[in-house]
Every structure is written in structure tokens, then in C-alpha cells.
């Protein structure tokens, strides 16, 4: 009788374990490649006042390089990968005039690039974090050319 509840506790304890797993990992989509995958930066203030074209970021996925488009202008420079460590390093940015808003957004996804110490997948975003895990940009894969 012992050693038929002890298998019941075990079966019962396996079962759970295996629904949980599976409850929590389910609804999480499962992560893009880091490198090589077109991030579009996600609006921090209302959809309808973001630029006509999101600010977009790529990280090249042969060369420790980074390139990109602020919403206004192209961008590119270098980038130090360790795990879940990423810094970007400044590099080249073109200068055409932006309409509208564009100029405060350009600035807003400029001076966040420096500040990113690590990234982080959650909820379906990437998120770019600054040394105290405050995310500084949150960005999702652009849906593929046609």
C-alpha cells in the first residue's frame, strides 16, 4: 500500500511538473536570432504620434557591427556581444532634415544606444536595458521583406 501511494506521489509530482512546463513556456513566443534580425523600435508614446517609419536596429550576424535607421536617418557602428552583455559603440549617422517629430525621436534612439549594458527577450520584445535593468529601448522583429 506504501509503495503504491509513494508511486502515486511520484506520478502525481512528475504530471505536474510536465503541466507546468508546458503552461509556462507555451505562451512565450520563442526569441528571433540576436544577430541578423531587423529590430523595429517600439513607440514610447502614443502609436499615432511615431514617425511615419519606425526607428529600426540590426546586428550584423558576421561582423561586430551594428546598422540601422533612426526614423530619420541611417546609423551604423560597433557592438561588443557576451552573452546577455551588449554595448553599442557610436559610429556614423546621416544628417537630413526630419519632419515633424522626427527630430525629438532621432535624439531619444541616439542617446539610448549608449546607454544599453544588456538585452533581454520578454513578452515578445526585446528589450534593451541600461546598467540599473531599466530598459532603455523595447524593439520587435520587423515583420520579413516581400
Excluded at 91 to 117: I, K, N, S
Excluded at 123 to 142: F, W
Aim: glycine letters at 10%.
Amino acid at each position: 500500500m506504501a509503495l503504491a501511494r509513494a508511486g502515486l506521489t511520484l506520478g502525481l509530482a512528475f504530471f505536474m511538473a510536465l503541466a507546468t512546463t508546458s503552461c509556462t513556456t507555451a505562451g512565450e513566443p520563442s526569441a528571433p536570432p540576436l544577430r541578423g534580425t531587423t529590430w523595429q523600435v517600439l513607440p514610447q508614446q502614443a502609436p499615432e504620434m511615431s514617425p511615419p517609419r519606425p526607428a529600426e536596429l540590426r546586428l550584423d550576424p558576421a561582423a561586430e557591427r551594428y546598422s540601422g535607421f533612426t526614423g530619420c536617418n541611417r546609423i551604423n557602428g560597433s557592438f561588443e556581444l557576451a552573452g546577455q552583455g551588449l554595448r553599442l559603440q557610436a559610429g556614423a549617422t546621416t544628417h537630413m532634415a526630419c519632419p515633424g517629430d522626427g527630430d525629438r525621436e532621432e535624439a531619444r534612439f541616439l542617446q539610448a544606444l549608449p546607454l544599453v549594458e544588456r538585452w533581454q527577450w520578454t513578452e515578445g520584445e526585446l528589450r534593451l536595458l541600461d546598467a540599473a535593468g531599466q530598459p532603455v529601448l523595447r524593439l520587435r522583429a520587423a515583420p520579413a521583406a516581400r
